[in-house]
C-alpha cells in the first residue's frame, strides 16, 4: 500500500527498493541541520514569534519532497478522474497548499488530532491514509476509507485521529473546539488542529467557537488556510479585514508563509506548545491553491492565469525544498527526478488498483445509519417486499 | 447493550394514572395476586390487570424487531409460555417476590424535573464521560432546575456553563462525541436548537453514514418544546416536526416523570443521537417512580389505556388532554385505547399495529402544527402499513398552523382541546 513517509515513522521500510538503495549510499543522516525561513513570522499578541531558523534532517526534507509529490500527482490523478467522470460531484483539489500538510504533520503525533474542512484528500494522507482507499472512496467503491459513502469531502481515519472531511463552510470548526474539549476533559497532553479557510473566516461559529475555546483554554489551534480565494470571491472582496490571524482580538495569532514546509513546521510546533499552556492561537497560512475553488471552477474567471504561473514559479512549495535539498547537497537532481517518477508510478497503480474496486452492495445503503441498536425493516418503494433489516 | 433495557410498559403506566381516576364500569379482570406489583395502593387494580394482558407481554426478545404484520421473527416466539418466566416490567423486583413486597418500599415520589436529574445524576455516577453542557446548567442550576446541584457535584467540566452560541456548542458536544464523550445538550428551549440546525443535520445525523460507520455520535440533545401558557411565538415552538427526516437520529418524547426518567437514561445509554422532547409544561407533574433503577426502551410505545371502540395516538402533553377527554368518553359510554408513542422516530409500529387490527379506528391527537407534523408522518405510515385493518380514514387532530398567539384565548384555540378530543371521537365512532 502506497503511504507516506514521516519523518517519525521509520522511513526506510516505506522507500522503494531503487530509491532506498540510491539514498543510502549517501549521508541520509538524521542529524539535525538548520535551515533559515525566507520570510519572518508575524505575530499578534505573542511576545516571543518563533524563530526563523528551522531545525530539520535530511531525512525529514527528503521525506517532505517525496511526500509533497505524492500529493501533487495524486490531485492532478483525480483531476484526470473527474474529467474521465469517474469521480462526480464535488472534488476540491489541494495542488499548491500541501507544504501546510506536510508541515503539520511534522511537527505533531499521531495523537493530535486534525480536522478540516473539504479539501481533505492530501491531509488524509498524511494522516495515515493510502492512496488506494482515497481513489477508491473517490470513485465510491466499496474499498474507500468511508465504503464510498462519504466521497470526496468526507475522508476520515479514526485511529490516526483525523477527523475529516466536512462539506459545510465553518461546520467544522466547533466540532474541532469539541475535539480539543474532549481532549482537555480527558487531560490528555495533546492538541487540536482546526483547519479552515480564509471564506470560513467570517462564519458567526466560528467565532462562537473561538470564545468558548478562549474562556475554557482548549487546547485547540486554529489553522486558517489563507488561499487567497473564497471560491470565486478574492479576500479582500468578501473580508473587511484581511489579517485573518488578528482576527481573534484577544486570541494570540501568527502569520506564515503557507508555502514553505519549513515554515509550517516551526510554527504548528510553536503553536502547539501555546495552546497547551495557554489556550487557543490562530495561525494564518499564506498559501495557493493552482486549481479552482473544485473542478467545476475553472479557477481563471476570477483570477489571471499569469498570477497563477507567477505563484508557480516564485512560491511553489515542492520547488522550494528542491532548491533546499540541492543547496545542502543531500541528494542529486537525478535521484529527485526519480523519486517524483516513482511518486507517479506509485499514484498509477494506486488508480489502477481502485478502478477494479467493486461497487458497494445494494445492502449498504441501510448500514451506518444508527450504530447496532435498533431492529427495523425497511421496506422498497412499493412497501411490500421487505428489503432489509437496519443495523 | 438492548438487553440492559427492560421492558415495561404494562404496569407502570398504568400505575401513572395516579393523577386521575376514570370509573370504568366494565371488563375488570382479576389476575391472581403474584401478577399485582407493588405500586398498585393507589390506583385502580383494573388499569394493572387489563395492560398485564396486553400483546407487548410477548414481546422479551433483546432487541425487537418491527413488523407491520405483527408476527414475530423466529427465535421470539409470542407464546404464552413464555411469559411467566421473564420480567415485563421494568422494575426488577421478581415475580416471586411481588407479594411480598406490596407493602414494602413502593418507591419514591418526585416531580418530572426531578426525575430527569434523577436519570441524569445516575448515568453521570456509572460513567464519566457523561457530560451535560448548555446555557445556564451549571451555577445557575438550570433553567428548569433539571441540572440543579449537579455543577457543584462533578465540576465545571462536566457540567459546562456555555455562552449563548447554540450553532457551536451543539457542534462542541458533537466533535467531542466523535472521540467518545457522551454529551448531553441542553437547549433553554427546543426552539433555540434551530440555530443548530446544521449541527444536528450533517454533523450529529450524519457522521456515522458518510463516515462509513467510524465515528458514533452518542450525544443526547435534550430541552423543552411545545406551547407553554402564553410565551410567545418564538418559544412556543414544536421542533419534532421539523427534526423527524433527518437520517441517523432518534426522538422521544417523555411525558411522566416515570417515562422521563426512564428515557433519559436510555438515550444517555444508547450510541446513536437522541433528541429528547420535553414540555415546558409537564415539569411540575408529580409521580411515585421505582426506587431501583430502571432504563426504559427508546422505541417502544406506552399503553395509556386498553379500549375497544378506537386507538388515540398521542404524545406529551397532548396526553393529558386525551386522558381528560377519555374521562368525559367513558362517562359517554366509549371505550377508547390511548397509546402515548413515546417514540417519534422510529414509530413503535408493533405496538400501534396491534392496536389498529384490534379497534380499526385511529385518531391521532398531537400539539404540531398540521402541516409536516409528527401526525402527518403517522397517518401516512399507518396507512401504507396497516391500510386493510382501517374501518374510517385516520383522523389527525393537530395545532392550527398559526404561529402562536400571545393572547390566552386564542392560545388557547391555536392547540387540541379535550372538548374538540370528545367530538371528533364521537363523530368517528358513529
Redesign the interface.
Known amino acids: 500500500m502506497a503511504q507516506l513517509t514521516n519523518s517519525r515513522r521509520a522511513t526506510t521500510t516505506l522507500l522503494k527498493p531503487i530509491s532506498a538503495a540510491l539514498f543510502s549510499t549517501r549521508h541520509l543522516s538524521t542529524e539535525t541541520m538548520t535551515v533559515e525561513t525566507s520570510l519572518p513570522f508575524i505575530p499578534h499578541n505573542i511576545d516571543h514569534p518563533p524563530s526563523q531558523t528551522v531545525e530539520t534532517t535530511p531525512q525529514e526534507l527528503l521525506a517532505f519532497f517525496r511526500d509533497m509529490a505524492v500529493m501533487r500527482r495524486m490531485e492532478i490523478a483525480a483531476d484526470t478522474l473527474y474529467k474521465s467522470r469517474l469521480i462526480r460531484g464535488f472534488c476540491h483539489l489541494y495542488d499548491g497548499q500541501e507544504a501546510v500538510a506536510v508541515g503539520m504533520e511534522a511537527a505533531t503525533t499521531r495523537k493530535d ?1 486534525i ?1 478540516t474542512a473539504y479539501r481533505d484528500h492530501c491531509l488524509y494522507l498524511t494522516r495515515g491514509g493510502t492512496l488506494f482507499e482515497a481513489f477508491s472512496e473517490l470513485m465510491g467503491r466499496k474499498d ?8 470526496s469531502m ?1 475522508f ?3 485511529p490516526e485521529r483525523f ?6 463552510v465553518g ?1 467544522q ?7 480539543a ?6 487531560k490528555e497532553d495533546n492538541v487540536t488542529f482546526v483547519l479552515y479557510g480564509d471564506g470560513a473566516s467570517n462564519q ?2 466560528l467565532f ?2 473561538l ?2 475555546a478562549a ?2 483554554t482548549l487546547p485547540a489551534i486554529l489553522v486558517c488556510e489563507n488561499n487567497k480565494y473564497g471560491m470565486g470571491t478574492a479576500g479582500w472582496r468578501a473580508s473587511k479585514s484581511s489579517t485573518y490571524y488578528k482576527k481573534g482580538d484577544y486570541v494570540p495569532g501568527l502569520k506564515v508563509d503557507g508555502m514553505d514546509a519549513l515554515a509550517v513546521k516551526q510554527a504548528c510546533k510553536f503553536a502547539k506548545d501555546h495552546a497547551l499552556k495557554n489556550g487557543p492561537i490562530i495561525l494564518e497560512m499564506d498559501t495557493y491553491r493552482y486549481h479552482g475553488h473544485s473542478m467545476s471552477d475553472p479557477g481563471s474567471t476570477y483570477r489571471t492565469r499569469d498570477e497563477i504561473s507567477g505563484i508557480r514559479q516564485e512560491r511553489d512549495p515542492i520547488e522550494r525544498i528542491r532548491k533546499v535539498i540541492l543547496s545542502h547537497n543531500l541528494a542529486t537532481e537525478k535521484e529527485l527526478k526519480d523519486t517524483e517518477k516513482e511518486a507517479r508510478k506509485e499514484v498509477d497503480e494506486a488508480v489502477a488498483k481502485a478502478k477494479d474496486s467493486p461497487w458497494p452492495d445494494p445492502s449498504e445503503l441501510f ?11 425497511v421496506f422498497g418503494v412499493d ?1 411490500k417486499k421487505i428489503r432489509t ?1 437496519l443495523p | 447493550m438492548a438487553t440492559l433495557i427492560m421492558q415495561g410498559m404494562g404496569l407502570a403506566t398504568g400505575f401513572s394514572s395516579a393523577h386521575y381516576k376514570i370509573a370504568h364500569p366494565g371488563s375488570c379482570r382479576t389476575l391472581p395476586v403474584k401478577h399485582v406489583k407493588q405500586f398498585t395502593s393507589n390506583v385502580s387494580l383494573f388499569f394493572v390487570l387489563s395492560v398485564y394482558e396486553s400483546n407487548f407481554s410477548e414481546r422479551r426478545v433483546s432487541f425487537f424487531v418491527i413488523r407491520s404484520d405483527g408476527s414475530l421473527p423466529s427465535g421470539l416466539n409470542g407464546d404464552k409460555s413464555r411469559r411467566g418466566g421473564l420480567t415485563t416490567n421494568a422494575v426488577s423486583t421478581k415475580q416471586e417476590k411481588a407479594a411480598a413486597s406490596t407493602a414494602s418500599n413502593p418507591g419514591h415520589e418526585l416531580l418530572l424535573f426531578e426525575a430527569l436529574r434523577e436519570g441524569l445524576e445516575e448515568e453521570m455516577d456509572r460513567d464519566p464521560n457523561v457530560c451535560v453542557m448548555g446555557e445556564d446548567v451549571g451555577h445557575y442550576g438550570g433553567s428548569y432546575k433539571v441540572t440543579k446541584g449537579l455543577a457543584s457535584k462533578y465540576g465545571d467540566l462536566r457540567v459546562l456553563d456555555t455562552p449563548i452560541a447554540e450553532n457551536s456548542f451543539t457542534g462542541m458536544a458533537i466533535g467531542a462525541a466523535m472521540t467518545g464523550l457522551r454529551p448531553i445538550v441542553e437547549g433553554m428551549n427546543m426552539g433555540f436548537l434551530l440555530l443548530a440546525f446544521n449541527q444536528i443535520s450533517n454533523n450529529c445525523g450524519m457522521l456515522h453514514y458518510t463516515s462509513g460507520g467510524q465515528f458514533k455520535i452518542p450525544v443526547v440533545i435534550r430541552g423543552p418544546g411545545g406551547v407553554g401558557k402564553q410565551l410567545g411565538a418564538e418559544h412556543s415552538q414544536r421542533l419534532e416536526s421539523y427534526f423527524q427526516s433527518i437520517p441517523g437520529i432518534q426522538m422521544v418524547a417523555c411525558s411522566t416523570p416515570y417515562n422521563a426518567k426512564g428515557l433519559m437514561k436510555a438515550a444517555i445509554r444508547s450510541d446513536n443521537p437522541v433528541i429528547l422532547f420535553e414540555h415546558v409544561l409537564l415539569y411540575n407533574l408529580k409521580e411515585r417512580i421505582p426506587d431501583e433503577e430502571y432504563v426504559l426502551n427508546l422505541e417502544e410505545a406506552e399503553m395509556v389505556r386498553k379500549g375497544e371502540h378506537a386507538t388515540i395516538l398521542t404524545y406529551s402533553r397532548m396526553r393529558y388532554h386525551v386522558m381528560q377527554a377519555a374521562k368525559t368518553l367513558v362517562n359517554k359510554g366509549y371505550d377508547p385505547e390511548v397509546i402515548d408513542i413515546r417514540s417519534l422516530k422510529p414509530f413503535d409500529l408493533h405496538t400501534i399495529g396491534n392496536s389498529v387490527k384490534k379497534t380499526h379506528r385511529v385518531l391521532i391527537v398531537e400539539e404540531c402544527m398540521r402541516t409536516g407534523g409528527i401526525g402527518a408522518s403517522l397517518t401516512a405510515s399507518i396507512n401504507e402499513n396497516f391500510h386493510d385493518y382501517l374501518d374510517a380514514p385516520i383522523l389527525c387532530l393537530s395545532s392550527q398552523d398559526v404561529p402562536t398567539p400571545y393572547a390566552g384565548v386564542l392560545e388557547e384555540w391555536t392547540v387540541v382541546q379535550p372538548a374538540q378530543i370528545v367530538a371528533a371521537f364521537e363523530q368517528f365512532c358513529r
Not at chain 1, 173 to 179: D, E, S
Request: charged share 15%; proline share 2%; hydrophobic share 35%.
Open positions: 488530532a480536522i474507500g476509507c468511508s465504503k464510498g459513502k462519504g466521497g468526507h476520515y481515519n479514526k477527523y475529516g472531511g466536512h462539506g459545510i461546520a470548526v466547533p466540532l474541532g473546539c469539541g475535539l474539549f474532549a481532549q482537555k476533559y480527558s458567526g461559529q462562537e467557537a470564545n468558548m474562556l475554557w448500514t451506518n445509519v444508527y450504530v447496532k441498536d435498533l431492529g427495523l425493516e412497501r433489516v
